[in-house]
């Protein structure tokens, strides 16, 4: 919630970094429903279908997939052994979630360095998809994205461990009714 004192800009960058992946995930999956829809009533009523409504809900899952796997790493709520944590006390379970944390910066790092590559060379040779005839690029950017997402929610959680080390206060989940 937002402070009194706090500024529109604050109040602004506050709400996106509690909900940003949320209103991401409601655009993408309203999308692929929507051209769904569309294509099924298509088929069935006029008997004609179209190659863009396939493309838009094949590109739509695609981002929606990068964003939830950043929403996941914000909820942490992606693969991991909880049984064995949860006997921890706090501080070994901060100690924990801090490895775990440097590892996935350390993959999604790697991960968005790489996938940098195949953007910048679709953009080179003007690439563009079958049916939308619309760059490559924009879709293929859907992985940095992602990766860029989830590496600066991982920070996020590495600055929160560290706190939770120094301070030795208890772990906190950012928000138990985004989980899953």
Excluded at 7 to 35: H, M, P
Excluded at 48 to 55: A, G
Excluded at 73 to 88: G, M, T, W, Y
Excluded at 129 to 145: D, E, K, N, Q, Y
């Amino acid at each position: 919630m937002s402070k009194p004192s706090e500024g529109r800009a604050a109040r602004i960058l506050r709400s996106l970094d509690e909900n940003g992946e949320r209103w991401l995930l409601l655009v993408f999956y309203g999308t692929i429903v929507i051209a769904i829809s569309i294509e099924v009533a298509r088929r069935f009523l006029l008997s004609y279908s179209s190659v863009w409504d396939e493309e838009v809900a094949r590109y739509a899952f695609i981002y929606l997939a990068w964003i939830g796997a950043s929403a996941a790493v914000r909820e942490r709520a992606h693969i991991r052994i909880d049984v064995l944590v949860s006997l921890l006390p706090p501080r070994a379970k901060a100690g924990f979630d801090l490895l775990a944390d440097l590892a996935t910066l350390a993959l999604a790092v790697i991960c968005l360095w790489w996938s940098i590559k195949p953007v910048l060379t679709s953009i080179e040779f003007g690439s563009v998809t079958h049916g939308l005839r619309i760059s490559m690029a924009w879709f293929l950017a859907a992985v940095p994205l992602g990766f860029g997402l989830m590496t600066f929610r991982v920070v996020q959680c590495l600055v929160r461990d560290l706190h939770v080390l120094r301070h030795g206060a208890v772990a906190s989940r950012p928000d138990p009714g985004f989980s899953a």
